[in-house]
């Protein structure tokens, strides 16, 4: 989970003090669209107080566009313990050494922790200056989203909807560990298994049991990312995952009974097994819990003393960063593929479960006769090594192997891409965005335009449009729960007080998301689901 605060330490060397140059000039960050097709591509002013080494690059249509200069003028009175808006921040990330291309923003994207979520910033492997950040991956390490297929429909779901939601909240932990008494895993694990899963991730789960063999075909990376190093992982953050795994957490993180209410590429939909309006899916968002955020607190202190070293100075300390190549950046990369190997092993672990949960109310079939197959699982928080060409135009450059930062963004490659399986290699990536709490989310496919655009990239949800405080004042939870339930969506929730922080209109409309990504061409729409029940923290 993301704290939106800005940082009080002391600007580093070479920049403005960016509180009160920006409460001064702010205007010089509100955007205009410059674009005839409706999707605004660059911010045309990078004010001369702030050193940018490449260009700032936004994808919005008008709606959105409005909703960022919102938060912009919200935040011209910046406290101390204020945050940064989300333009601000994608600028100060285009002036960290190695950065190429562009620093991008996404439709969804918002205020966040150092990088905006809905940022994607990819940094030269070969630049001996180049940096990794804790703050461009978010403290949620591979925070992501599967979609589980079913051959059931909404009607042989209807009459047992309550019951079923009720098995899903009794079988999956969650809320805060710590703090509510069904946070705890029902995954008894040893240190030895550990450190297997956070050097194997699906691996471990195929071996014991959790995971059918073939989820690991349509999981990113096959469910398990290299390098990776139990050994860069702290003790005490070893101790938060041996009591996590297979656990949803809190916040926005949730599993959802899901309807097919509209199929937009038939072919895509038939290629992931989708084929009628009406079939049911799950879907289920989560990360790497206490884990992951105990890696990236570990290292954001770490990298303070590695820049002071190195001299990187960088205009917020919520950039805390250290060369790839030192031995901070690398014990970083090497942690935090190993938290997101917990992560993938993690959704499969909650899998296991929510197979098991329908076998028990569809008694006379196993969960392969349910077709519970794994449809995609993929990250919206993570840095990964990759080929891009850079430049613009017809003849781009040569191929580099970049360092993608991905902090609230997904993956999105095209047809043909080298990593995609065989299944989706006509069609392009599947990718899963959730929607706010009640309202839609998508399957998309990777896009023509996005390699060239964006890093290979997309959204990954709606985006936040009220902070979680703003919302807790303004919205009331026990009145969001009586509209879902009008609605028909069943809702099951370890705390009611904190429904108010994800409700639909905490959140920017996903379908205008989506929809300017698509006319972008980072991705293309595939397959709309609705809600029909909601299992959270």
Known sequence: ????????????????????????????????????????????IIPDWLPCKVPVQIFLNEVLLNEMNEEIKKSRNIGPTGFLPALLQLANVATLPGIVGSSIGLPDIHSGYGFAIGNVAAFDANDPAAIVSPGGVGFDINCGVRLIRTNLTIDDINPIKEQLARS????????????QPKASSNIKIDIKNLNEILSTGVNWAVKNGYAWPEDLVTCEENGSIQPADPACVSQRAKGRGISQLGSLGAGNHYAEI???SCIYDEKAAKAMGISKIGQVCIMVH???????????????????????????????????????????????????????????????ILTFFIRK??????????????????????SHNMAKFEEHSIGQGENPTELRTLLVHRKGATRSFPPGHPSLPAMYSEIGQPVLVGGSMGTYSY???????????????????????????????????????????????????????SLSEEAPEAYKDVTEVVDT?????????????????????
């Open 357 to 378: 949960a329908f076998e028990k109310l569809f008694p006379a079939k196993t969960a392969r006769e349910l077709d519970m197959h794994l449809v995609y699982d993929v």
């Open 1 to 44: 989970m993301e704290q939106n605060s800005m940082s009080s330490t002391p600007t580093a060397r070479g920049f403005p003090p960016l509180k009160q140059v920006f409460a001064k000039n702010y205007e010089d960050f509100l955007c205009k669209s410059d674009s005839s097709c409706g999707v605004m591509h660059t911010l045309p």
């Open 168 to 179: 899903l909240f009794e079988t999956l932990p969650v809320g805060i560990a710590g703090s």
């Open 286 to 348: 989560c990360g790497s819990r206490g884990l992951g955020h105990e890696i990236a607190s570990n290292y954001i202190d770490l990298m303070k003393g590695a820049m002071e070293r190195d001299n990187i100075s960088i205009p917020d300390s919520q950039l805390a960063c250290a060369r790839i190549n030192s031995r901070e950046g690398q014990e970083y990369i090497r942690a935090m593929n190993a938290a997101a190997n917990y992560a993938y092993c993690n959704r499969s």
């Open 258 to 260: 899901q309807t097919v």
């Open 517 to 537: 990504c698509e006319l972008a061409g980072l991705s293309i729409k595939a397959i709309q689901l609705r809600p029909i029940a909601v299992i959270k923290g």
């Open 443 to 497: 399957v998309l496919t990777g896009g023509p335009n996005a390699m060239a655009s964006s890093f290979g990239s997309t959204c990954h949800g709606a985006g936040r449009a009220k902070s979680r405080v703003e919302a807790k004042k303004t919205l009331s939870s026990q009145e969001i729960l009586s509209r879902l339930q009008k609605d028909g969506i069943t809702v099951c929730i370890a705390d009611i007080s």
